[in-house]
């Protein structure tokens, strides 16, 4: 069964300081990820996904993603963190053949900024 | 588009009555995935919901049910509550084409059972 880890329960940073966010999963092939984030009250949006191609992702807000088949990675990154970026984390990994419902998600990682 | 929306936001519950949920979906979505989010268990998957159809399911127990619509729109029952019910109950919907899908979830409904 597929398992996603998100190493960090809690990280603090700098506004204007780098970001990165961990997520490793667990698949016996090359899963569907995804990163989320949710606000306080707020339900998850999506900011990018993986399915193949360019390891590589870029979404939205500035956020970027890197995909590492070899350490079984899929970490978050921002060159620069705004204070409105506070908010809680989700990977996600789904199975290619699976619909998107079927998502397992990891316990999130909560963002603070520091001003 | 309109976003998903759930009613009602909030709900205060006391032991052992039943609670159900609404969610409506964007326009076009046929895929209605519900989740459970507690800060002890994180997100879990309830279910899936597709073409009025219950497509997948997750690890809860009977007393958690759903059902779908012809427009889509689903509703979620939780009967006998218990303590532990308490939670963020979010909705998901997508074209349910397949896993490359984006869900889109909506703000969530808060239970609370005491």
């Known amino acids: 069964a597929q398992s996603v880890t998100q190493p960090d329960i809690h990280i603090t940073v700098s506004e204007g300081a780098s970001l990165e966010l961990r997520c490793n999963y667990s698949?016996?092939?090359?899963?569907?990820l995804f990163w989320y984030v949710q606000s306080p009250g707020q339900g998850l949006q999506l900011l990018l996904k993986?399915?193949?191609?360019?390891?590589l992702v870029q979404g939205i807000k500035g956020f970027e993603a890197e995909f590492k088949r070899s350490q079984s990675s899929f970490n978050l990154r921002k060159p620069s963190v705004h204070w409105s970026d506070a908010a809680e984390y989700f990977c996600?990994?789904?199975?290619?053949?699976?619909?998107?419902?079927?998502?397992?998600f990891g316990d999130g990682t909560t963002l603070t900024v520091k001003p | 588009k309109a976003g998903v929306t759930q009613t009602p936001r909030y709900l205060i519950k006391t032991r052992g009555q039943q609670v159900t949920l609404s969610c409506s979906p964007i326009?076009?979505?046929?895929?209605v995935s519900w989740y459970q989010q507690t800060p002890g268990q994180g997100l879990q998957f309830l279910f899936e919901?597709?073409?009025?159809?219950?497509?997948n399911k997750g690890n809860f127990p009977g007393r958690f049910s759903g059902r779908q619509f012809s427009n889509s729109r689903s509703e979620m029952n939780v009967s006998t509550l218990e303590l532990g019910d308490s939670a963020l109950y979010l909705c998901?919907?997508?074209?349910?084409?397949?896993?490359?899908?984006?869900?889109?979830f909506g703000p969530g409904t808060r239970l609370t059972v005491l």
């Open positions: 996600a990994v789904g199975h290619p053949n699976t619909n998107a419902g079927k998502s397992t």
């Open positions: 326009s076009g979505h046929r895929s």
């Open positions: 993986y399915f193949s191609g360019d390891t």
């Open positions: 919901y597709f073409s009025e159809t219950q497509r």
């Open positions: 698949y016996g092939a090359t899963p569907y």
């Open positions: 998901a919907s997508s074209p349910g084409t397949g896993g490359q899908d984006t869900q889109y």
